[in-house]
């Protein structure tokens, strides 16, 4: 159990047949008695979040002229490429998992471009089999216990999904692995589509488009090496990550995270991909 900004984390090994799927997954506890906000950056993952104590009181993208405002409790949270925000009223106790879009295409069996930039309800999704999970796990208080279940319930979703195209896939790992290294087109003619055919079934499948994403990617790569003890200048990070230079790479962060460089790189929370800002932005 480890300390994560406001909250208490506890992990265990992912199993096996989930690591291509499932980035992570973990145990959100404890944490302030009372109200409290997170800015929310894009992340390139995908959040599953099966939620045991009060409902958060809001989820909204900074820059949405019409905010998601009810109360939400466990809820499944699509690709982002825009910055946003969640409050919570305190004693926070969650499992969140976070997906690979092409795991979270697979545990879904629906077009992840439906979700992209939005927040709903866990059962809008898996039906009246998210409401049994929530149940399932939160009648049992043991850590253990849980990680079992979640993890059948995944595997056996993961087991009946649809795979994603091999050509997205493919797509997929050259723009993450190298954001802005190739051109979209270069990408499309080495998996052997056309351009608008892998932004079709790319954003079908993702739920962003490929420039969103590397754009995404490039964004995440800087901010890493931002976080870390001695990190390099605004200048270095800037060239080592493909921006054209630092005032792209502030125009970026400014786009995507709604703060600057030093915001996001000094947050406790960046290195679990949200900022501790208070969510002090007319939202």
């Given amino acids: 159990m480890i300390r994560v900004g406001p909250l208490w984390r506890v992990t265990r090994p992912l199993h096996p047949v989930l690591e291509p799927y499932v980035h992570e997954r973990a ?25 045991f104590g009060p409902p958060y009181t809001r989820f909204a993208r900074l820059r949405d002229p019409q905010p998601r405002t009810r109360p939400i409790g466990s809820l499944f949270s699509g690709l982002e490429d825009s910055p946003g925000v969640c409050e919570h009223p305190g004693d926070h106790d969650a499992l969140r998992v976070e ?38 796990l939160a009648a049992t208080r043991d850590w253990t216990r849980r990680f079992d279940l979640l993890d059948n319930a995944l595997l056996a979703r993961v087991d009946e999904g649809p795979a994603a195209a091999p050509q997205v ?63 390099a200048g605004l200048a270095e990070v800037s060239a ?26 000094t947050s406790p929370w960046a290195a679990n991909r949200a900022v501790d800002l208070d969510a002090k932005v007319a939202v």
């Avoid at 109200?35 to 939620?51: C, F």
């Avoid at 309800?121 to 009246?128: F, S, Y």
Wanted: proline share 6%.
């Fill in 240 to 265: 080592a990550c493909g921006f054209y230079d630092q005032a792209h790479l502030s125009r970026d962060f400014r786009e995507l995270a709604g703060a600057s460089p030093k915001q996001c790189a």
């Fill in 27 to 51: 145990a959100y506890v404890g944490g302030p008695r009372s109200h409290y906000a997170v800015r929310l950056v894009p992340t390139g993952r995908v959040a599953l979040i099966v939620n």
């Fill in 99 to 136: 997906l690979t879009p092409l795991g979270a295409y697979r545990l879904l069996a629906m077009p992840l471009s439906e979700l992209s930039n939005s927040v709903v309800e866990l059962r809008d999704v898996l039906g009246r089999e998210a409401d049994e999970l929530a149940e399932r």
């Fill in 169 to 231: 896939a493919h797509a997929w790992r050259l723009i993450t692995t190298a954001p802005g290294a190739a051109p979209i087109a270069k990408i499309a003619d080495e998996v052997g589509w056309s351009h608008k055919h892998l932004l079709r079934r790319f954003t079908q499948q993702v739920g962003l488009t490929p420039k969103a994403v590397a754009r995404v990617a490039r964004f995440q790569q800087a901010l890493s090496m931002l976080s870390r003890p001695g990190a």
